[in-house]
């Protein structure tokens, strides 16, 4: 792990996630080994603390580590029974306490942020989000939170039906250091829904897409000159803060999309009315 890390370091990334994506108690269920979920998330902290500090060392640039929480394989939004549609498997609280055992295990092992990613469901993200601010307390000091969405298909809406308007309406309350999209598709397909979020968040905003779609064999057969150029894009036209890569994208997309964007300004932050909204499927806006 601390090989596969250090190659990302050296490729030119400045934020490094931890390899925890799975690494609780719900999803560790699957193998029997829910007992070893914190000494996973406190190594996985701590090997790419070590390789981030060191890189820092080397070359005075500062880099940062994100304890990554995935979504669960669980939905508190819909029910696993078509046969009853109120059934759930997990409850809020269950599942938030699942994220507070996993929170502080990556706060032991060192992490900068909480990374809340590829979010199907707006739910299990809240309740991310509520553990991450039980841990907050716990621990007397601030921990920023980055959230990021994974959206199902081409019209822009999460497994729980939330569009992108929606899912910001839903966790803006959260105060995220950062909100963006991952996953899903490649950043062709994803730049749409990137523009979007730029124009309705007040935080910075992160993406980062699949090198392209998978093929037949699940494989991923776009190149890093094109996700590179694609991600340009995105830069030339100031609509991201962090730029990054997820499935299939490898060291080699992450030098080249880190040589593409170098000497373009960040995305300024709007300055957006907080006015009150309810977050359903769809964002309703109350005017006075």
């Not at 601030?142 to 969405?149: E, G, K, T, V």
């Not at 999209?181 to 905003?205: K, M, Y």
């Not at 000497?263 to 109350?286: D, H, K, S, T």
Request: hydrophobic share 45%; net charge negative.
């Amino acid at each position: 792990i601390a090989t596969i890390v250090d190659d990302f370091a050296t490729a030119g990334a400045d934020l490094l996630a931890t390899n925890s994506f799975n690494a609780n108690r719900i999803s560790q269920a699957d193998y029997g080994a829910e007992h070893m979920v914190r000494d996973i998330n406190i190594a996985a902290a701590r090997i790419v603390r070590e390789v981030a500090a060191r890189h820092q060392a080397e070359d005075g640039r500062q880099r940062f580590v994100a304890g990554a929480l995935g979504p669960t394989n669980k939905t508190l939004s819909l029910s696993p029974n078509v046969n009853d549609p109120g059934y759930r498997e997990v409850d809020f609280d269950g599942v938030s306490d699942v994220y507070v055992e996993q929170i502080e295990a990556l706060v032991e092992g060192g992490v900068d942020f909480i990374l809340i990613e590829t979010v199907f469901d707006t739910l299990n993200a809240k309740a991310a989000v509520h553990a991450t601010r039980v841990v907050e307390a716990r621990i007397g000091r601030p921990l920023p939170i980055m959230l990021s969405m994974t959206v199902t298909d081409l019209s822009g809406r999460n497994l729980s039906g939330h569009s992108i308007e929606a899912f910001w309406a839903s966790v803006r309350h959260a105060k995220p250091l950062s909100i963006g999209l991952n996953c899903s598709f490649g950043a062709e397909q994803l730049r749409a829904h990137v523009a979007a979020l730029s124009n309705i968040a007040d935080t910075l905003v992160m993406a980062y897409p699949n090198a392209g779609l998978p093929n037949d064999l699940g494989e991923y057969d776009e190149g890093p000159e094109a996700t590179a150029a694609q991600v340009r894009q995105w830069a030339e036209q100031g609509i991201v803060n962090i730029v990054g890569g997820c499935c299939g994208t490898t060291p080699a997309h992450i030098k080249a999309i880190a040589d593409a964007v170098r000497g373009f300004r960040p995305r300024a932050i709007p300055q957006v009315p907080r006015r009150m909204q309810l977050a359903g499927i769809e964002p309703m806006i109350l005017a006075a």
